[in-house]
């Protein structure tokens, strides 16, 4: 299986920050990767596929970048709203899905 | 606009087999476009796909859960089913249904709610 692994495990930031999360893939999976973000008690909600792509819905402040086995997730400037978990997941067709161990961006 | 809701027990006994379905609204599960998943989330394990099926029938599920895992689909009720056989306390965790998009290769972008199943004697 193919292993996901995110740093930092948890980001703390300000309201206004700009801030990258990284995902790594034990192998190459193009850019056939995602993240989501998960609050309390809740689903995790798509926000990029693709690894650039934007979810419909999904405010511009998000963006993704990345091919291979290095990806990013950035947040232009944070929203209260986006203080959550965030997670990576590889859609690799040939390989089970399997996600990151999560990012907590927490409140500074 | 697109629901999925699972239901099920709560309370499942260690060794037996855990039962869940969930209920698609808003949508037709036999649309061609798409596939529907069972996906669970523990403290320990994090978020782990269990399975998909296709309107069809075919099925695909992760290899370390392979052997314990069945899932159906019911196109007259608009559902899809989990079973899970031998259950023990590792298999306690929330359980979510999501859809994705094989046609225009979209990952989950419409989950359930999650129903919280508990392996207890």
């Known amino acids: 299986d193919i292993q996901m692994t995110q740093s930092p495990s948890t980001l703390s930031a300000s309201v206004g920050d700009r801030i990258s999360i990284t995902c790594r893939a034990s192998?190459?999976?193009?850019?056939?990767l995602a993240w989501y973000q998960q609050k309390p008690g809740k689903a995790p909600k798509l926000l990029i596929y693709?690894?650039?792509t934007l979810e419909s819905g999904v405010p511009s402040r998000f963006s993704g970048s990345g091919s291979g086995t290095e990806f990013n997730l950035t947040i232009g400037s944070l929203q209260p709203d986006d203080f959550a978990t965030y997670y990576c997941?590889?859609?690799?067709?040939?390989?089970?899905?399997?996600f990151g161990q999560g990012t907590k961006l927490d409140i500074k | 606009q697109l629901q999925l809701q699972e239901s099920g027990p709560g309370l499942v006994k260690p060794s037996e087999t855990l039962s869940l379905a969930c209920s698609v609204s808003?949508?037709?599960?036999?649309?061609?476009?798409?596939?529907w998943d069972w996906i669970r989330q523990s403290p320990g394990r994090g978020l782990e796909w269990i399975g998909s099926?296709?309107?069809?029938?075919?099925?695909y599920y992760n290899p370390a859960l392979k052997s314990r895992v069945t899932i159906s689909v019911d196109t007259s009720q608009n559902q899809f089913s989990l079973n899970l056989s031998s259950v023990t306390a590792a298999d306690t965790a929330v359980y979510y249904c999501?859809?994705?998009?094989?046609?225009?290769?979209?990952?989950?972008?419409?989950w359930g709610q999650g129903t919280l199943v508990t392996v207890s004697s």
């Open positions: 192998q190459s999976i193009s850019r056939w």
């Open positions: 693709k690894a650039s």
């Open positions: 997941q590889h859609y690799n067709g040939f390989s089970p899905y399997t």
């Open positions: 808003g949508g037709s599960i036999s649309n061609n476009n798409y596939y």
């Open positions: 099926i296709y309107f069809s029938g075919r099925t």
């Open positions: 999501a859809r994705r998009d094989g046609f225009k290769n979209i990952p989950f972008n419409c």
